[in-house]
């Protein structure tokens, strides 16, 4: 059952329409189901844009819209009502489940595609379409604008446009309504009970898989069926690799942890990162870079409101980072010289955070006319400062090497403070060791 209602949907179509303007035609396809080995398929997970527009989860499925369209402006494509077949698949919800439940004005079986929709393509200016998405789509569209042309010479009118239907929607998505952001929220809820249950029962000679499984444990139990991406748990030097899912190595003895895990909720993604000590005491090395990386993120949070620009942030870990990294000897030289230079970046290489919401990396550019974009109320984003020393980096004492530490949370963009979503995980060194230790 989704969180949001027909109503919201429909006016999530409605705006877009909007600003598709008159005489135009916009066409999103399903995502496509993807094999995994043999006979098997990996879980079906739906095209975030047609998911946004609609809530439909069901492979082989088409979205229509067209604006002005007398007889309706949403049509519909989408597997057959088929009892026999459902016995293996589960239930569809067919061409009139699509109309009754799902708005659609008229809904036909995805095998009539060939037959109806170059008749709606007909007389359209433009067509609003994610053209390189969907290569098998993309051929089966051109085929269907040929056939058009080729009928010219009889009276047919072709669309003369393509649109990207990415710029336009992307920036609807972008900005989240109430509903989206509660329900974000709540997947940022579970996530945290998630990393909060990892911490409590972490202790040496653990398998990273085994404190990922105890993050699996607590979604599904709490009604997210998933991941929002594959799971980070990185013991010792395992978590200076930022994208380090093999998760098989052993928990040792005076290493740290570090996972970076969020579940996904109705479609929407959490993304929380939390690094500690596999004993439940931090060493004095590991305290000196982790509350450099606290005081980084807090930094950001103090920057991030309406009207400042998306860089900002990261600007200010940077700032922080560099001059905590200074202090303790791991960087020398001048630390504007070595921020105009990026001289950090052996021991911080990303970006403080990215856009978040149906997709855990999310739609919406972060610049506009060549500069960074202004944020908004509504507006979603991690905020995740690292230090990342290699085992390898011969240039600092022993003691630094192969710590990677890395702190996030989810924030909403207000117009005051920003609104951190997933704080009920303990980050301060003190919380920590006092949750562990208990």
Same mark, same amino acid.
């Given at each position: 059952?989704?969180?949001?209602?027909?109503?919201?949907?429909?006016?999530?179509?409605?705006?877009?329409?909007?600003?598709?303007?008159?005489?135009?035609?916009?066409?999103?396809?399903?995502?496509?189901?993807?094999?995994?080995?043999?006979?098997?398929?990996?879980?079906?997970?739906?095209?975030?844009?047609?998911?946004?527009?609609?809530?439909?989860?069901?492979?082989?499925?088409?979205?229509?819209?067209?604006?002005?369209?007398?007889?309706?402006?949403?049509?519909?494509?989408?597997?057959?009502?088929?009892?026999?077949?459902?016995?293996?698949?589960?239930?569809?919800?067919?061409?009139?489940?699509?109309?009754?439940?799902?708005?659609?004005?008229?809904?036909?079986?995805?095998?009539?595609? /060939?037959?109806? %929709?170059?008749?709606?393509?007909? @007389?359209? +200016?433009?067509?609003? &379409? #994610?053209?390189?998405?969907?290569?098998? !789509?993309?051929?089966?569209?051109?085929?269907?604008?040929?056939?058009?042309?080729?009928?010219?010479?009889?009276?047919?009118?072709?669309?003369?446009?393509?649109?990207?239907?990415?710029?336009?929607?992307?920036?609807?998505?972008?900005?989240?309504?109430?509903?989206?952001?509660?329900?974000?929220?709540?997947?940022?809820?579970?996530?945290?009970?998630?990393?909060?249950?990892?911490?409590?029962?972490?202790?040496?000679?653990?398998?990273?898989?085994?404190?990922?499984?105890?993050?699996?444990?607590?979604?599904?139990?709490?009604?997210?069926?998933?991941?929002?991406?594959?799971?980070?748990?990185?013991?010792?030097?395992?978590?200076?690799?930022?994208?380090?899912?093999?998760?098989?190595?052993?928990?040792? /003895?005076?290493? %740290?942890?570090?996972?970076?895990? @969020?579940? +996904?909720?109705?479609? &929407? #993604?959490?993304?929380?990162?939390?690094? !500690?000590?596999?004993?439940?005491?931090?060493?004095?090395?590991?305290?000196?870079?982790?509350?450099?990386?606290?005081?980084?993120?807090?930094?950001?949070?103090?920057?991030?409101?309406?009207?400042?620009?998306?860089?900002?942030?990261?600007?200010?870990?940077?700032?922080?980072?560099?001059?905590?990294?200074?202090?303790?000897?791991?960087?020398?030289?001048?630390?504007?010289?070595?921020?105009?230079?990026?001289?950090?970046?052996?021991?911080?290489?990303?970006?403080?955070?990215?856009?978040?919401?149906?997709?855990?990396?999310?739609?919406?550019?972060?610049?506009?006319?060549?500069?960074?974009?202004?944020?908004?109320?509504?507006?979603?984003?991690?905020?995740?400062?690292?230090?990342?020393?290699?085992?390898?980096?011969?240039?600092?004492?022993?003691?630094?090497?192969?710590?990677?530490?890395?702190?996030?949370?989810?924030?909403?963009?207000?117009?005051?403070?920003?609104?951190?979503?997933?704080?009920?995980?303990?980050?301060?060194?003190?919380?920590?060791?006092?949750?562990?230790?208990?």
């Amino acid at each position: 059952m989704s969180s949001f209602s027909s109503k919201e949907f429909s006016r999530r179509r409605q705006r877009l329409m909007e600003l598709m303007g008159d005489n135009c035609i916009a066409i999103l396809p399903s995502a496509e189901v993807a094999i995994r080995n043999g006979g098997t398929e990996y879980a079906y997970r739906q095209d975030s844009d047609l998911l946004y527009l609609t809530g439909f989860l069901e492979p082989h499925s088409v979205l229509v819209l067209m604006p002005g369209r007398e007889s309706g402006e949403m049509v519909m494509f989408c597997q057959d009502r088929d009892p026999s077949m459902e016995l293996w698949t589960g239930y569809r919800a067919g061409p009139e489940g699509a109309c009754k439940k799902f708005g659609a004005n008229d809904a036909f079986p995805i095998g009539d595609i /060939d037959d109806i %929709l170059p008749g709606l393509l007909e @007389g359209r +200016e433009k067509v609003f &379409y #994610a053209m390189g998405s969907n290569q098998s !789509f993309d051929h089966q569209l051109m085929d269907w604008i040929n056939q058009i042309k080729s009928k010219a010479r009889s009276g047919a009118h072709p669309p003369h446009e393509f649109v990207s239907v990415d710029h336009v929607l992307h920036e609807l998505r972008l900005l989240k309504s109430k509903n989206e952001q509660k329900t974000m929220k709540k997947a940022g809820q579970i996530s945290a009970q998630a990393h909060v249950r990892a911490m409590q029962v972490c202790q040496p000679g653990m398998m990273e898989y085994e404190l990922e499984a105890e993050l699996l444990h607590e979604f599904v139990k709490n009604g997210a069926r998933a991941p929002a991406y594959s799971s980070i748990v990185g013991g010792g030097a395992n978590g200076c690799i930022l994208h380090y899912i093999e998760n098989n190595a052993e928990l040792l /003895d005076g290493d %740290l942890v570090l996972i970076d895990a @969020g579940c +996904e909720l109705d479609g &929407y #993604a959490a993304d929380i990162t939390r690094t !500690f000590p596999v004993s439940g005491r931090f060493s004095d090395a590991q305290k000196a870079l982790y509350e450099i990386v606290l005081d980084a993120q807090q930094a950001a949070f103090e920057v991030i409101r309406t009207g400042c620009h998306w860089n900002q942030p990261h600007e200010a870990t940077v700032r922080v980072i560099t001059a905590g990294l200074l202090e303790l000897g791991l960087l020398k030289g001048d630390l504007d010289e070595l921020i105009e230079k990026e001289g950090y970046r052996d021991f911080y290489m990303h970006k403080a955070g990215h856009w978040l919401g149906m997709d855990v990396h999310d739609v919406g550019d972060y610049k506009i006319g060549g500069e960074w974009r202004l944020l908004e109320p509504g507006m979603v984003m991690t905020v995740e400062p690292g230090i990342y020393v290699s085992p390898h980096n011969m240039d600092v004492d022993k003691k630094w090497r192969g710590i990677g530490i890395r702190i996030e949370d989810d924030v909403i963009v207000t117009r005051g403070d920003c609104e951190v979503m997933t704080g009920a995980v303990p980050k301060t060194i003190d919380e920590i060791e006092k949750l562990m230790a208990g």
